[in-house]
């Protein structure tokens, strides 16, 4: 008898993407399976309201709990850094383009955007990250799924968007872009671009076709971000970057911290072998709070 895989997944059309990606490798690697995506609407998809803090897992992770799904597919800049109690990440996919893109109006240069232009992201990061390279700039709150905010450009309510490159080139709307952010400047939010699958602890069959997809060199520079956020006790309401590069058994970690309006920072880095990913991360993140993160990120809460 073909076995039966459901897929939880949130109901955006990136995400319903992103998961049709992991059923197409898990296909190729389980023709026998037969995987159906699950769409759920989590408590992030139904509160807008600027000011909130949007939550895209908790729905998802709930009926994994419950055994009404048997995988959970989740971006990894959405996953808190404890997952409910019962769930693991079992799987961290190979990882897209983590940086950041500005897409711009008809009119507008993306190198030289005019003085006091209007530049939507409901990213606190983001909103850092453009003040501290441009005070000038007037940086409005922005909801919605891409399509939503990609017409707020083509309609000129604002001059530009920030935008992750790994979602545009997922809904194949890379002409879009008109610069790509260099994380020199612009470090991407822990866990960006990369996709993880959640299971139940104990659960053999799911842990044994999620581990299909797991790709190593990922798994240890998300890891390494998402314990560099941890150690700042960091939420989406943080202005907090993170990147973790590997190159073979070697893990580069650079991470950040803001103050809301961009005037001050702190970052530093950190180098060790992937086995060490984690420790890497709160290592570099015990460095960030000495140096001053702490007093930074106290502005924030």
Do not use: W
Not at 235 to 242: I, V
Not at 277 to 295: F, H, K, M, T, Y
Request: proline fraction near 6%; include cysteine.
């Amino acid at each position: 008898m073909t076995e039966r895989v459901r897929i939880g997944t949130r109901r955006s059309p990136l995400a319903l993407l992103q998961t049709d990606e992991v059923v197409r490798r898990l296909v190729r690697r389980f023709p026998e399976m037969r995987f159906r995506p699950v769409p759920i609407v989590t408590s992030g998809d139904r509160e807008t309201a600027a000011g909130g803090s949007p939550d895209f897992t908790d729905a998802i992770d709930l009926a994994l709990a419950r055994g009404e799904i048997d995988l959970a597919v989740h971006s990894a800049k959405d996953v808190e850094s404890i997952l409910p109690s019962g769930l693991r990440l079992a799987a961290f996919v190979r990882r897209a383009d983590p940086r950041d893109c500005l897409v711009v109006r008809r009119g507008v240069a993306p190198g030289r955007l005019p003085k006091g232009a209007r530049v939507g992201s409901s990213s606190v990061r983001r909103r850092a990250q453009l003040l501290r390279r441009r005070p000038d700039l007037v940086v409005e709150e922005v909801r919605g799924n891409v399509g939503t905010r990609l017409g707020l450009v083509r309609d000129g309510s604002v001059d530009a968007i920030v935008l992750a490159v790994a979602g545009l080139a997922r809904l194949h709307r890379t002409r879009s872009i008109g610069r790509v952010l260099p994380t020199r400047e612009y470090l991407p939010a822990p866990g960006q671009g990369a996709l993880v699958v959640a299971v139940r602890e104990g659960d053999g069959p799911s842990e044994r076709v999620a581990a299909a997809l797991d790709h190593p060199a990922t798994r240890a520079a998300v890891l390494a971000e998402r314990s560099f956020s941890a150690e700042l006790g960091g939420d989406c309401r943080s202005p907090l970057a993170a990147l973790g590069t590997v190159r073979g058994a070697r893990l580069s970690l650079v991470g950040e911290v803001l103050a809301p309006d961009g005037r001050r920072s702190v970052r530093a880095s950190r180098r060790g072998p992937t086995s060490n990913a984690e420790a890497i991360g709160r290592s570099l993140g015990r460095a960030v709070l000495s140096a001053g993160g702490d007093e930074i990120l106290a502005q924030t809460r």
